[in-house]
């Protein structure tokens, strides 16, 4: 009896597995996870424009390059301007991670909710059956009888 329990539990667990795997892949699908690649190239450009930014105003104080052609603290501002992109961007992406697990956690509880629904009625129909098939002052009948 030991051996059957263990095997129906390992084949609960396999089964898990494979759903969170599942779950995993659609999750990636939905776009729960954004591609490595394209964050990885979005942030490298924000970066090097940002610092490109930075070390050209930084120029243009020290050395007076770009003098005439570039107001005070604009480079600086846009610098700020893309950081700021790049944060409401990123709040983006958190958004809409959380709503697609708030939908996958509002679907799961569904289930079990219909689950334990059917539980509930099954055992409501297996009540009757048992205390039909016990005798007189619920003992069990003998076969003899």
């Given at each position: 009896?030991?051996?059957?329990?263990?095997?129906?539990?390992r084949?609960?667990?396999?089964?898990y597995?494979?759903e969170?795997?599942?779950?995993?892949?659609?999750?990636g699908q939905?776009?729960?996870?954004?591609?490595?690649?394209?964050?990885?190239?979005?942030?490298?450009?924000?970066?090097?424009v940002v610092?490109?930014?930075?070390?050209?105003d930084l120029?243009?104080?020290?050395?007076g390059?770009f003098?005439?052609?570039?107001?005070?603290?604009?480079?600086?501002?846009?610098?700020?301007?893309?950081?700021?992109l790049k944060?409401?961007?990123?709040?983006?992406?958190?958004?809409k991670?959380?709503?697609?697990?708030f939908?996958?956690?509002?679907s799961?509880?569904?289930?079990v909710?219909e689950?334990?629904?059917?539980?509930r009625?099954?055992?409501?129909?297996?009540?009757?059956?048992a205390?039909?098939?016990?005798?007189?002052a619920?003992k069990?009948?003998?076969?003899?009888?």
């Amino acid at each position: 009896m030991a051996t059957d329990e263990t095997r129906l539990l390992r084949e609960e667990l396999e089964h898990y597995r494979a759903e969170k795997e599942r779950i995993r892949q659609i999750v990636g699908q939905i776009g729960g996870q954004p591609s490595l690649r394209r964050t990885r190239l979005f942030n490298a450009v924000i970066l090097t424009v940002v610092v490109l930014l930075f070390l050209v105003d930084l120029a243009r104080e020290l050395f007076g390059l770009f003098a005439g052609t570039i107001p005070p603290f604009v480079l600086l501002e846009v610098a700020i301007f893309l950081l700021s992109l790049k944060i409401v961007w990123m709040i983006h992406l958190q958004m809409k991670l959380h709503h697609f697990q708030f939908w996958i956690l509002n679907s799961l509880d569904f289930q079990v909710n219909e689950l334990s629904r059917r539980m509930r009625s099954l055992e409501q129909r297996q009540v009757p059956r048992a205390a039909g098939r016990a005798g007189p002052a619920g003992k069990k009948r003998s076969r003899s009888s």
